[in-house]
Nanobody
Framework: QVQPVESGGGLVQAGESLRVACRVR???????????MAWYRQAPGKQRELVAT???????NYADSVKGRFTISRDNSRKSVFLQMNGLKPEDTGVYYC????????WGQGTQVTVSS
């Protein structure tokens, strides 16, 4: 079964940094590599939202709210996607998930990011 597994979340203070990771288990490289992968987040009481995407050629796009602070990257050999988050704000608090840009994979458990003010 193809399953994203997210890790690296935690509790930080505003202004600090955090790097979250996602490894997609059960997927073969030839299927993973062409995918545009994405990070999503869900804040308490809100709908899940798209945070960042990265294409097979590593072209990236970001939500306006994180542009200039977050950086998405990928390692195809490890079937993994990463999100470096700098200058964190309390409004970045939420559960972070990875998936492809069509939400075509199963949803993992996510990783909790909490930013205190």
């Amino acid at each position: 079964q193809v399953q994203p597994v997210e890790s690296g979340g935690g509790l930080v203070q505003a202004g600090e940094s955090l790097r979250v990771a996602c490894r997609v288990r059960g997927i073969i490289t030839s299927v993973f590599n062409p995918k545009t992968m994405a990070w999503y987040r869900q804040a308490p009481g809100k709908q899940r939202e798209l945070v960042a995407t990265i294409t097979r050629t590593s072209t990236t796009n970001y939500a306006d709210s994180v542009k200039g602070r977050f950086t998405i990257s990928r390692d195809n050999s490890r079937k993994s996607v990463f999100l470096q988050m700098n200058g964190l704000k309390p409004e970045d608090t939420g559960v972070y998930y990875c998936n492809d840009d069509t939400e075509g994979l199963s949803w993992g458990q996510g990783t909790q990011v909490t930013v205190s003010s």
